[in-house]
Nanobody, 126 residues
Framework: QLVESGGGLVQAGGFLRLSCAAS????????IGWFRQPPGMERVGVGC????????YYEDSVKGRFIISSDNAKNTVYLQMNSLKPEDTAVYYC?????????????????????WGKGTLVTVSS
């Protein structure tokens, strides 16, 4: 099970930190990806972290502004979002992919996710 939290309303230029709490599987065997779905648009990827080696991958749209980190002791992955823009407004989802012990973050990201959370809404006002 994956549960996202931390969404809300923030002004442009501000920051938010989303959390993804995982349970029911062996955390270090998985990578955790973040995805987002803007209003009226398809879901797209944001980035990914391997819970095995800590490697990360980011899509160009968020590179340099968003940071993904993992606390294996808490089975939780974080998405730190800085310098937020109105176009970052979306429902943010975390998802898990088995295979972190044999794949790096970018491979996990593109391999497709096995489990999904229900999402948390982030709204960035201009």
């Amino acid at each position: 099970q994956l549960v996202e939290s931390g969404g809300g309303l923030v002004q442009a230029g501000g920051f938010l930190r989303l959390s993804c709490a995982a349970s029911g599987f062996t955390f270090v065997e998985f990578g955790i990806g973040w995805f987002r779905q803007p209003p009226g648009m398809e879901r797209v990827g944001v980035g990914c972290i391997s819970n095995s080696d800590g490697s990360t991958y980011y899509e160009d749209s968020v590179k340099g502004r968003f940071i993904i980190s993992s606390d294996n002791a808490k089975n939780t992955v974080y998405l730190q979002m800085n310098s937020l823009k109105p176009e970052d407004t979306a429902v943010y989802y975390c998802a898990a992919r088995r295979g972190a012990q044999v794949m790096g973050a970018s491979q996990l990201f593109f391999a497709g996710m096995d489990h999904w959370g229900k999402g948390t809404l982030v709204t960035v006002s201009s």
